[in-house]
């Protein structure tokens, strides 16, 4: 399973962002599918994921009000859409995906990734 990320980019403070996972040659419909972001120096965290099976939907702290992850089962991909970037937002956002479609923000048990997408968000 091949994933690609896309959607990043540099944005002011404030500002909003969709990014979007896809499989290649396939869809996300049945896969737990998460998103993590890496700020530089700092390790990868898990920001939002979404479960294959029910589609419960978990977030972290920090992203929570302002990121909402959802299903495009028309494409069969998995989006984030970032409200109110951040500068400490700033990072490579990479999705991941389990094929058994578990949903959690560790990195454990995601057995697919992305390259990842730069987001920037600076005044």
């Known amino acids: 399973l091949e994933l690609v990320e896309s959607g990043g980019g540099s944005v002011q403070p404030g500002g909003s962002l969709r990014l979007t996972c896809t499989a290649s040659g396939t869809v996300l419909d049945y896969y737990g599918v998460g998103w993590f972001r890496q700020a530089p120096g700092k390790e990868r965290e898990g920001v939002s994921c979404i479960s294959g099976h029910d589609e419960t939907t978990i977030y972290s702290k920090s992203v929570k009000g302002r990121f909402t992850i959802s299903r495009d089962n028309v494409k069969g991909t998995v989006e984030l859409q970032i409200h109110d970037l951040k500068p400490e937002d700033t990072g490579v956002y990479y999705c991941?995906?389990?094929?058994?479609?578990?949903?959690?923000?560790?990195?454990?048990?995601?057995?697919?990734w992305g390259r990842g997408t730069q987001v920037t968000v600076s005044p």
């Open positions: 991941a995906a389990d094929g058994s479609m578990m949903c959690r923000l560790t990195d454990s048990g995601y057995h697919f």
